[in-house]
């Protein structure tokens, strides 16, 4: 998988838009994106999926500026990335997505990444719900016409039927943190990304080891100023990871991430 070059892989790079049935666009890995090992963060890698995927809806017309009149917008489900090599700063990276399927309650993206060289950087699926900001309630997808998609393309094998694997909540691997306002987004809930930050903040140091797959399921909303419990456990090369709420005591997403030597 990782040494093809994409389709039509020049038009990564060329900084223009397409209108089409699938987006493509570059980004630069900006210094603030890199960790102190000079390679993209897992969440600097969901914001640079986020900003394609809310480019796509722009121009599919199903964007948060199109659908907040009727009180609607998007929010993450579920997403799954697998990994070749993360970029390092500076590095562009060419990003193409997609709709895929949809059915009464979710639609479906995919992603594909890849280096200004045409090789395969990761790939990604995701999961979205229609969010109802006046009930704070998902909604039907039928309250929102279909949009361009290619039912069945799927850019990895992924399927969704499993949840990642929850941690003891006795790990002694454990943190808590409060929801900033810096750490909300449109949707006035804290953003995937920082879930995921949350998640790897209660790792303990595992030098010279990169992500290998990327598991995420959301499953509550943080709102603003809410405190959090960010509980990780390591087995074997797996490190599984709870975001709870402290108030409430109920999970609020689940991440399970595959660490290897670079």
Not at 82 to 94: A, D, N
Not at 96 to 112: G, L, M, N, V
Not at 168 to 173: A, D, F, R, W
Not at 219 to 237: D, K, M, Q, T, W
């Amino acid at each position: 998988m990782g040494g093809k070059s994409p389709p039509h892989s020049g038009d990564f790079f060329s900084g223009r838009k397409r209108l089409m049935i699938e987006h493509a666009a570059s980004y630069k890995v900006r210094v603030a994106d890199a960790g102190a090992d000079g390679f993209l963060k897992l969440p600097s890698l969901l914001q640079m999926l986020q900003e394609a995927a809310t480019e796509h809806a722009e121009i599919l017309g199903v964007d948060f500026k199109t659908l907040k009149p009727a009180g609607l917008g998007w929010a993450l489900s579920k997403i799954y990335v697998e990994i070749e090599r993360l970029p390092k700063w500076g590095e562009r990276v060419g990003i193409k997505t997609w709709a895929s399927d949809r059915d009464r309650i979710a639609t479906y993206r995919e992603f594909e990444a890849f280096s200004s060289g045409g090789r395969t950087l990761f790939t990604a699926r995701s999961q979205w719900l229609l969010f109802d900001f006046r009930s704070r309630r998902l909604a039907r997808m039928d309250r929102i016409g279909d949009f361009a998609r290619i039912p069945g393309r799927r850019a990895n094998s992924e399927d969704f039927s499993e949840r990642p694997k929850a941690p003891s909540q006795e790990s002694p691997h454990a943190i808590s943190r409060d929801a900033g306002i810096c750490d909300i987004d449109l949707n006035g809930h804290v953003n995937n990304s920082v879930y995921m930050a949350w998640a790897l903040d209660a790792l303990p140091d595992m030098p010279q080891k990169f992500p290998r797959r990327l598991s995420i399921s959301f499953l509550e909303e943080v709102r603003p100023h809410a405190e959090i419990r960010s509980v990780c456990e390591i087995s074997g090369n797996i490190s599984s990871h709870s975001i709870f709420s402290a108030d409430t005591g109920r999970e609020c997403a689940r991440a399970n991430v595959e660490w290897a030597s670079q």
